[in-house]
């Protein structure tokens, strides 16, 4: 049987062509299951961006994401995903930074990457050099860290709330009703190492007490 054709046609020869354009910019690639990706210098990306939208056809910047390492030296991954509208392909282009390490702005290229950039901004702390308005655009005016790093706490480190007696919202740090709870979903059926609420009752009967059944054989 023969396996189904990829959702998006391999562009033949895309990676050998982008690598002999972009020159030293060029760091890797992974061409799988009909998809392109190609790591790039993080001082070059406003001119890959650039030679791929002349040169290669690719007229639209669909997304800017980030990706979180904490392990790795530059823990952050910025990866932009364009799509050639007249070659019917995307293609995936990624570059690491950390929290210093600031990536060029392509809004120059796309104008829409000034809003997608303010979201990795926000909810990573990539810093974009040249966005002309690096600003939060997800949070809060007075949130603090951000919030898609793998070692951002899940409560926050503040909330906020309406205050009656000021009249206004608030901002305190976050207080728990409870700690956390730790919670067991091991199904019953699926059988328990341990004594389940209520099983406690059958594991202390005296050795010989009668069963139900067999109370009810007496009368």
Same mark, same amino acid.
């Given at each position: 049987?023969?396996?189904?054709?990829?959702?998006? %046609?391999?562009?033949?020869?895309?990676?050998?062509?982008?690598?002999?354009?972009?020159?030293?910019? $060029?760091?890797?690639? &992974?061409? +799988?299951?009909?998809?392109?990706?190609?790591?790039?210098?993080?001082?070059?990306?406003?001119?890959?961006?650039?030679? #791929? !939208?002349? *040169?290669? =056809?690719? !007229? !639209? /910047?669909? =997304?800017? +994401?980030?990706?979180?390492? %904490? =392990?790795?030296? *530059?823990?952050?991954?910025?990866?932009?995903? #364009?799509?050639?509208?007249?070659?019917?392909? @995307?293609?995936?282009? @990624?570059?690491?930074?950390?929290? =210093?390490?600031?990536?060029?702005?392509?809004?120059?290229?796309?104008?829409? +990457?000034?809003? /997608?950039? @303010?979201?990795? $901004?926000?909810?990573?702390?990539? /810093?974009? +050099?040249?966005?002309?308005?690096?600003?939060?655009?997800?949070?809060?005016?007075?949130?603090?860290?951000?919030?898609?790093? &793998?070692?951002?706490?899940?409560?926050?480190?503040?909330? /906020?709330?309406?205050? *009656?007696?000021?009249?206004?919202?608030?901002?305190?740090?976050? &207080? #728990?009703? !409870?700690?956390? @709870?730790?919670?067991?979903?091991?199904?019953?059926?699926?059988?328990?190492?341990?004594?389940? %609420?209520?099983?406690?009752?059958? *594991?202390?009967?005296?050795?010989?007490? %009668?069963?139900?059944?067999?109370?009810?054989?007496? &009368?």
């Amino acid at each position: 049987m023969a396996s189904p054709a990829p959702l998006v %046609p391999v562009r033949e020869g895309i990676v050998d062509a982008v690598k002999a354009a972009i020159g030293d910019a $060029f760091l890797s690639a &992974k061409d +799988a299951v009909g998809e392109v990706s190609i790591d790039v210098r993080r001082e070059s990306i406003a001119d890959v961006i650039a030679t #791929l !939208q002349s *040169e290669f =056809e690719y !007229q !639209q /910047l669909m =997304e800017i +994401a980030g990706v979180d390492y %904490p =392990e790795r030296e *530059e823990r952050f991954e910025v990866v932009y995903h #364009l799509l050639s509208v007249t070659k019917n392909h @995307r293609i995936r282009i @990624r570059v690491s930074t950390d929290e =210093e390490k600031p990536v060029p702005s392509i809004v120059d290229i796309f104008p829409v +990457a000034g809003w /997608l950039e @303010r979201e990795v $901004f926000d909810m990573y702390g990539v /810093l974009f +050099a040249g966005n002309p308005d690096l600003r939060r655009i997800l949070t809060d005016y007075g949130f603090t860290g951000h919030p898609q790093r &793998k070692d951002f706490p899940l409560t926050g480190y503040v909330e /906020l709330r309406y205050s *009656e007696e000021q009249k206004r919202v608030v901002y305190e740090p976050v &207080k #728990l009703a !409870q700690d956390f @709870r730790s919670f067991d979903f091991l199904s019953p059926w699926e059988g328990a190492e341990y004594i389940l %609420p209520g099983d406690e009752k059958v *594991e202390g009967e005296a050795p010989g007490a %009668p069963t139900p059944a067999a109370a009810g054989e007496k &009368k």
